[in-house]
Every structure is written in C-alpha cells, then in structure tokens.
C-alpha cells in the first residue's frame, strides 16, 4: 500500500495559494491511487524538537563517531522520531511558498531537524555526502506572488525552489515532479494561469 505524505509550509489557510495547488494535486492522485494512504503534517502545527546547544552537539558527535551524554542521546532520540515519521511514507507532496526569496523558517527548521547522518544522509571521506532515501518520490507546489525567473532582479532571486531542489536531491529523492505558480501579484492573467496551475496539478497527480 502507498504512503504519501503532504508536508504543508503554509499557514495562510483557504488563502494560500500552495495549499490551494496542493489540494488539486491530491484529488488527482487520489483517483489513480485508490489504495494509498495520505496524510497531512501541517509544520505550523506540529512542534519540532528544539534544536539548540545540545541537539548540535548531539549531531556533530554522532558525526564523528563520539559517545553522547544521556541528555545528548535523549535529543537525538527526539530527532529520530521526527525522521522515521518522515521516512515512514513512499510518496512526497511539499508546498512551498516564497518568503523573503526563501521559505518559511518552519520548512527550514524541519530540513535541519531530519537531515541527520545515518538517517537522511551518510558521509565518508572518499565519497562526501550520499542520500539515503532513494527509494522516495516527490511532488513539489512552489508558488510566489512577485518572483518570477524571467523578470529582473528587482523582483527578487531565487532561494526557494533552487534550495529545496538540491536539498531533495541531497537526500536522494531524485524523482520529482514540481507545480509552478508565480508572480500572481503583478499578473493581469492571474485568474488563467491559475487555472491552468490547478488544471496541471491534477493531471500530475493522476500520472504521479
């Protein structure tokens, strides 16, 4: 049975746009995958482990290979459950919007919670980082109301999609799909190229 999971970086409700495409997303899906079980993990609802002074310890020495304090283990063991809750699913749905050229810090503060070695990662001198969820894939719902890759600078860069794709790619989900709507603000054709937005989406869905 397929497991897919959409993780939503949008707290902006019926509002949100990347909720909105997400949504068209899974109804497609849902029709071609009959069986499969998905599940949402709303990241402005759901609590992170914390990670400050001793979760960077706890990471660094489970890196190098040091024996951890009880209250570096007891971290770790928090950041474990958070990433085998993540790694439990087949299938992927992210949706991402800009903030700030970026994304909110909740996704932010989830990719540096699970990206841990011998989790999402392992590393050795003569091969550097290899990704160790090769067995995923991923849809990915990037929106943005201004940015857009053919207009100037001015309108902002892009460390959103250009960021999360790699960091995908780091953790060895290679197959991947994305859904695009940008620039809506400044859009005089908003309402067409959303529809054609959520027409795409489904579609993917259904093919996913």
């Known amino acids: 049975m397929t497991r897919l999971l959409h993780l ?5 409700g019926e509002q949100s746009e990347s909720l909105a495409l997400g949504k068209s997303f899974l109804t497609g899906y849902r029709q071609t995958h009959l069986d ?34 009880d209250e570096e283990q007891a971290t770790r063991l928090d950041v474990r459950a958070t990433f085998d809750r ?20 909740v996704l932010k503060h989830f990719i540096d919670v699970v990206s841990q070695n011998d989790m999402l990662f392992s590393i050795t001198p003569e091969d550097g980082y290899r990704g160790l969820l090769t067995d995923k894939k991923a849809a990915v719902v990037y929106t943005a109301a201004v ?16 960021y999360f794709d790699y960091w995908l790619n780091f ?38």
């Open 36 to 69: 499969a079980v998905i599940d949402e993990w709303d990241l402005w609802d759901t609590p992170l482990p914390y990670l400050g002074a001793t979760a960077a310890r706890a990471k660094m020495n489970a890196l190098a290979g040091f024996e951890l304090s």
């Open 86 to 105: 993540f790694n439990s699913y087949d299938h992927y749905l992210f949706t991402v919007p800009m903030w700030n050229h970026g994304f909110p810090y």
């Open 8 to 12: 939503s970086a949008s707290p902006r």
């Open 147 to 162: 940015y857009h890759p053919d207009s100037p600078d001015k309108f902002g860069v892009d460390h959103q999609a250009a």
């Open 171 to 208: 953790a060895g989900i290679t197959d991947t799909a994305r859904i695009t709507f940008l620039a809506n603000l400044f859009d005089p054709n908003a309402a067409e190229t959303r529809t054609r937005a959520h027409e795409s989406a489904t579609a993917l869905g259904k093919g996913f």
